[in-house]
């Protein structure tokens, strides 16, 4: 038998850190977790957590309602506490919200939480293995970087591991030894894979030795360890090592295909063992990987798990006064507003012994932040024949002008392109000036114009940036003239009608929007195509890239005093 | 109360796992060094480390606060404060060099302190419950992600920083509290940048990156492995190791008063400075105060060109005026100028 992820785990779960499973809600994934949970001890907690616990409940701390009635401080146990030497489950991992997750990781670092609070202090060891419950559709959908880091699997359950008795595996683990020359390959394979931290090799190592444990071997043999390339390395893989070489075989077959045969061969070299390690990971790599062109795109998207609304409980910025509500998590209490509300009762209310006022629940006043609105530009670049050739160059300039101001302001940018049959997005919404002026110069130019598709593809990021709480402006650069339909075929009748279909999108959604008619003269496409936007049209007869830089940067400053 | 305390100061040694010892540190030359230096030295101000994940740069954080030797602390103070002549030697405790983690979504009340809410509002009492800052005093505040971090909570760190004060005025509380630590801050540029004028307040800065060749690579994974297979008999192994560096650093920290800087020293970093163009005068108090603080750490009185040499990189990268558009490495524009005024 091949042991699964879950084998591993339950054999090991502080070691191994745990598991990312992506998939939506089912019975793949509870019978996944069912198998999980029969092989670990008995006595083994298992707490399932929302992906925005408050600290207190997290942590420890105030247990505010008993503290008030008994009139001394009484401590609340957290959940991280609770669940030591078990498994903490996160449902919607990837709405996670970063304080949340960086608690979490502090706690799998050190193995012990501290809360320290005037009277209290509690301190309580954890360790305890993480499974995430990802549950993201949308590839920026994902748990928090510095999560996902620290778990040995991510995986997608598809078939539930079948549970076994893992006592003989748990007595041998601690004596199971690893070859130098092996380790050796799979720090050789991690790097061949494009995986930078060495967390992930030592998590590799750890599988290894599980794995080895399991079919009951003193010493890792090269199966255990190819299964751990396959499941540890393969799936933070950047790199394609099958695509470096440019006339590479296909992939060779899945471990699955190995017939498991008990005569050893002799043992190999570490190049030898290192093609094996790397042939194994080859089964299990990420599928975009296989497309050189998406790499880029998902090694920029890396800062993850920002999705959800995460901004509606803001806690800090401008104080917008008060309003009631519980004092719970990371709401503020406004102390002199709940005196305020509790002063009028105080001749009714009867007072404990000690208190000088009797404050109850419902006198409680909780401070209310308002943060400034971050905005999001949106460049969507005709890169087209007809545009680039004397255009791009200037609508260059301009994006690079603008995100100047967008540093100063600390606003994000991101990049469209279309040109060709289709548009591509360049840049995903960042801080990072270096990467967007990368990506810019990168920026080939020339071809047929799918303006459809770059109003779409637009559209599509704004959108995602007001589901994160962000303000979009898009700002699009063309000369309106479009000649590549929705799906990807020529002809200037169908194209103009559908890119007036997605103008009128951008329109309904609600999205502001500037249109910079790039052409020499302005043209009445591009003014069409702007009205139907509900875009601000601005023609550029003349333009230099400081007029339009300007341009934007006055619409921006509109929509944030809006 | 006290018993409390110590029993569960007890308990919490116990369970904690050993921690990763520094001597044993694969690489990361310059972040140890940096580290090293800030020790020797506080007044630098702080380390900021900018670079990949994974790479140990909290391991290292950690590992130098272990490697402090642990300091007399008056019993139940929440500011760590240091025993006087007149403190009555029951109240003296020994405790660890505190390293504090601020998490990112940390609110501003919980960094400076706040007013007690529990006892303002079961008790009545004006009360200040310290934040982050008071358990930072003597030791070490790192900021994992420091570039993600809200802009006005990076300001008011570096300000205490800066004063070795945390000055605390809100709801009806006035206060101030010694607050003197050393800042580390730690991100990935990648990610989000740091505003610059945030970036040349730390003190000195550094570039982790992943090693990219095999056998360092190798190195690192099977140190990290032989002690996590056994904490207690690695650190046993690196038991003298440790003392060693101890006993250096203590032999610097005695020796760093005494250091002279000549004034060969003063011009080579002047002109340093104006070659690079650097904005205020921060550029050369940071070379002076590392260089001396190398120079003790080297054993040496007097600080030579060879030390102001050797921190250049860490204590300019980062204080040169750019373009923010402009990729071009600040650390080649550092080491270009270092060999055209200061050739070795």
């Known amino acids: 038998m091949t042991p699964d992820a879950a084998h591993l785990l339950a054999l090991d779960p502080v070691g191994l850190g745990g598991v990312a499973l992506r998939a939506p809600f089912g019975p793949a994934r509870d019978a996944w977790l069912a198998a999980l949970r029969t092989m670990l001890p008995d006595a083994a907690p298992w707490r399932r957590i929302p992906p925005d616990l408050p600290d207190n409940r997290l942590l420890g701390g105030l247990d505010l309602t008993a503290t008030l009635s008994l009139g001394k401080p009484v401590a609340e146990h957290g959940v991280l506490a609770a669940v030591d030497q078990g498994v903490l489950l996160v449902a919607m991992a990837e709405r996670m919200a970063p304080s949340t997750a960086a608690r979490i990781t502090a706690a799998m670092d050190q193995q012990d939480i501290t809360v320290e609070r005037e009277g209290l202090r509690l301190t309580a060891p954890t360790r305890f293995a993480l499974v995430l419950l990802d549950e993201g559709i949308e590839p920026e959908e994902r748990p928090p970087a510095a999560l996902l880091e620290r778990l040995a699997f991510r995986l997608t359950p598809e078939t539930a591991p079948e549970p076994i008795d893992l006592s003989e595996a748990r007595a041998l683990l601690p004596r199971v030894t690893m070859p130098m020359e092996m380790l050796e390959a799979l720090v050789a394979a991690a790097a061949a894979l494009g995986v930078a931290s060495p967390r992930a090799t030592l998590f590799a190592i750890r599988a290894a030795r599980a794995a080895a444990a399991i079919a009951g071997r003193r010493v890792v043999a090269d199966d255990d360890a190819a299964l751990a390339a396959t499941l540890v390395l393969a799936p933070r893989a950047t790199r394609n090592p099958a695509a470096e070489q440019d006339e590479s075989p296909p992939p060779p077959p899945p471990p699955e295909d190995n017939p498991d045969t008990d005569e050893t061969p002799p043992p190999p070299s570490p190049d030898q063992l290192q093609e094996l390690l790397l042939a194994a990971a080859a089964a299990n790599l990420p599928a975009h990987l296989l497309d050189e062109a998406q790499l880029k795109a998902l090694s920029s998207r890396a800062g993850g798990g920002r999705a959800g609304a995460a901004r509606q409980h803001a806690q800090t910025g401008r104080p917008m006064g ?42 409680f006043r909780i401070r209310q932040f308002k943060r400034r609105n971050e905005t999001t530009s949106i460049f969507a670049v005709d890169a087209s024949g007809s545009s680039a050739l004397h255009r791009l160059a200037e609508a260059k300039g301009a994006v690079e002008l603008l995100l100047a101001d967008c540093y100063v302001r600390r606003d994000r940018v991101a990049l469209v392109a279309f040109r060709g049959q289709a548009a591509e997005v360049l840049l995903p919404p960042t801080h990072a000036l270096a990467r967007a002026k990368r990506s810019l110069a990168a920026l080939p130019g020339g071809g047929p114009t799918p303006l459809a598709s770059g109003l779409d593809a637009a559209l599509e990021l704004a959108r995602a940036e007001e589901r994160a709480g962000r303000a979009a402006l898009v700002v699009i650069m063309t000369d309106g003239r479009a000649n590549i339909a929705r799906d990807g075929t020529p002809g200037a009748a169908r194209a103009q009608q559908d890119a007036m279909e997605a103008a009128r999108a951008l329109r309904l959604a609600g999205v502001s929007a500037i249109l910079l008619d790039t052409a020499p003269r302005p043209q009445p496409a591009a003014r069409a195509l702007a009205d139907a936007a509900g875009a601000v049209y601005l023609p550029m007869p003349a333009a230099d890239a400081q007029r339009m830089s300007r341009a934007v940067g006055a619409a921006v400053q509109r929509l944030e005093a809006a | 109360m006290d018993g409390m305390l110590a029993a569960q100061k007890e308990s919490r040694t116990a369970t904690r796992k050993p921690v990763f010892p520094f001597t044993a540190i694969v690489g990361q030359e310059e972040l140890k060094l940096a580290l090293l230096l800030c020790a020797v030295d506080p007044m630098i101000g702080g380390v900021l480390a900018l670079g990949d994940r994974g790479t140990g740069k909290s391991t290292a954080v ?103 004060e945390n000055v605390v005025e809100r709801e009806g509380i006035s206060l101030r509290h010694p607050a003197r630590f050393v800042l580390v801050g730690s991100g990935n540029p990648e990610e989000g940048e740091l505003r610059p004028q945030l970036l040349d307040r730390f003190g000195l800065a550094v570039d982790v990156r992943t090693p990219d060749d095999l056998p360092t690579r190798i190195a ?41 800087v000549p004034d060969a020293v003063l011009e080579d970093a002047s002109r340093l400075c104006m070659a690079l163009g650097t904005d205020g005068l921060r550029g050369e108090l940071t070379l002076l105060r590392t260089a001396r603080a190398l120079a003790a750490l080297d054993g040496k009185r007097v600080v030579s060109r060879d030390q102001l040499r050797r921190i250049a990189l860490p204590s300019l990268r980062h204080r040169l005026r750019r373009n923010p558009l402009d990729d071009a490495s600040s650390s080649s524009r550092v080491e270009r100028a270092l060999a055209e005024t200061l050739p070795g």
């Open chain 2, 220 to 260: 690192v994974v099977k140190r990290r492995d032989s002690y996590e297979r056994d904490p207690h008999a690695f650190l046993r192994r690196h038991h003298k190791a440790e003392e060693r560096q101890r006993a250096a650093l203590l032999k610097a920290r005695a020796l760093l008063p005494r250091v002279k």
């Open chain 2, 62 to 164: 950690r590992a130098l606060a272990q490697l402090l030797p642990d300091m007399h602390v008056v019993l139940g103070d929440p500011y760590n404060a240091e025993p006087t002549p007149s403190t009555p030697p029951e109240q003296i405790a020994v405790a660890r060099v505190p390293v504090v983690d601020l998490p990112l979504g940390a609110s501003e009340d919980r960094v400076v302190g706040a007013l007690d809410l529990e006892r303002a509002l079961t008790r009545g009492e004006k009360a200040f419950e310290p934040g982050l800052l008071a358990r930072a005093h003597r030791g070490f505040l790192y900021i994992d992600e420091v570039n993600l971090l809200e802009d006005h909570l990076v300001d008011l760190l570096l300000d205490v920083a800066a004063s070795g």
């Open chain 1, 322 to 363: 008060a309003r009631a509500g519980e004092p719970r998590g990371n709401n503020r209490l406004a102390v002199l507003d709940t005196l305020r509300a509790a002063a009028p009762w105080q001749a009714l209310r009867k007072r404990p012994p000690h208190a000088r006022i009797a404050i109850r629940r419902e006198d």
